[in-house]
């Protein structure tokens, strides 16, 4: 059965789109993810005192390693995932179940965490509803359509009916609603929901100081952008310690055409919005992968703000370096990459 969509639905983030490489499929490659603020469980007090950043490794420009040192006590951290919906055909798609790269350890070993998904639809939660119609939270996640089998087992019908009377299910004939038209109808229902993640991560008992909490995953930008015309006006290039006028003479006798693509990192770097005390950011040498193989020549600028609140720069090159944070505890890398002549 063909199907064809006229109009995507509304809020698509189509920049996004540019962190999946031309014709991969989003089964094979996940984007990532920009990971969420870390926070003590309420009443407990667990902070970071140093953290080791590293961007990169031999397989993944977007791959992280984040290494905190820890103070304070507290028994687990929690990290609150917002709540996306399905972004069109084959246009974007987050991984089938949310982030399934991050893993944690705890000096070293490895911890479990503890992955609980929301549902939300029209502003309210209908995570039970989903649970008792037994209906995947994550099918929006899919990079096709989210169609949801229409015979539904018999204990779970009235959960399923709730759901279409809600308008959490719904038919290809009410999608014109929203600009989507198919040339054919079909009998399966549509979720039309939004699914987050609340994840916890264990620490244990008493007191954390001294202990290192280990995670990884890949990271997707904040940003992705293809015109340097856009790193001007309003851009805030103090996140990275650039005034317009230094970051100009950097990009002196770049040739302007076109192949040029910009990607802003927001990393987490505290505990609570908190900063760490201290912040050393590692940028591994170089290595194209499958997103940014078009961008392998010798053009490439990796820019954050140091400790001096001055800023970091470097190519291809490796380079570790004590940083700086935002207020809000986050650490901003900027990345430069052309196929034009040499910066």
Request: with cysteine; charged share 20%; glycine share 10%.
């Amino acid at each position: 059965m063909k199907k064809r969509l006229d109009h995507a639905l509304p809020g698509f983030i189509l920049a996004a789109a540019l962190c999946l490489a031309p014709g991969a499929r989003a089964e094979d490659m996940s984007p990532g993810m920009m990971l969420p603020a870390l926070e003590s469980v309420w009443g407990q007090s667990v902070a970071a005192k140093e953290i080791n950043l590293t961007l990169g490794d031999a397989k993944d420009h977007r791959a992280v390693k984040l290494e905190m040192r820890l103070s304070g006590e507290g028994q687990a951290l929690t990290s609150h995932f917002p709540p996306f919906g399905w972004f069109g055909e084959g246009v974007m798609t987050y991984p089938a179940r949310q982030f399934p790269e991050l893993r944690a350890t705890l000096d070293g070993a490895p911890v479990a965490i503890v992955s609980r998904p929301f549902v939300l639809y029209d502003g309210a939660d209908i995570t039970a509803q989903v649970r008792a119609a037994r209906l995947d939270p994550f099918v929006v996640s899919s990079s096709e359509m989210p169609w949801v089998d229409p015979n539904p087992a018999p204990t779970a019908k009235a959960a399923f009916t709730r759901l279409q009377k809600l308008g959490a299910l719904t038919t290809t004939a009410r999608l014109r609603q929203f600009g989507i038209v198919f040339s054919e109808p079909s009998p399966s229902q549509w979720a039309l929901w939004s699914v987050g993640r609340n994840i916890k991560i264990p620490l244990g008992h008493g007191a954390q100081e001294g202990r290192t909490l280990g995670l990884t995953y890949t990271a997707l930008p904040a940003f992705a952008i293809t015109s340097m015309d856009m790193l001007e006006g309003d851009f805030p290039l103090a996140r990275y310690c650039l005034t317009p006028e230094a970051l100009r003479h950097k990009l002196t006798g770049l040739e302007d055409n076109g192949y040029v693509l910009v990607e802003g990192f927001a990393i987490p770097v505290g505990i609570g919005r908190v900063p760490a005390e201290k912040l050393r950011v590692t940028l591994s040498p170089w290595t194209p992968d499958s997103v940014m193989h078009f961008f392998s020549g010798p053009n490439m600028l990796r820019i954050f703000c140091g400790a001096d609140r001055q800023p970091v720069i470097t190519g291809h090159e490796g380079i570790s370096h004590d940083a700086a944070t935002g207020l809000d505890g986050t650490a901003y890398i900027l990345i430069i990459a052309s196929m034009s002549s040499s910066l």
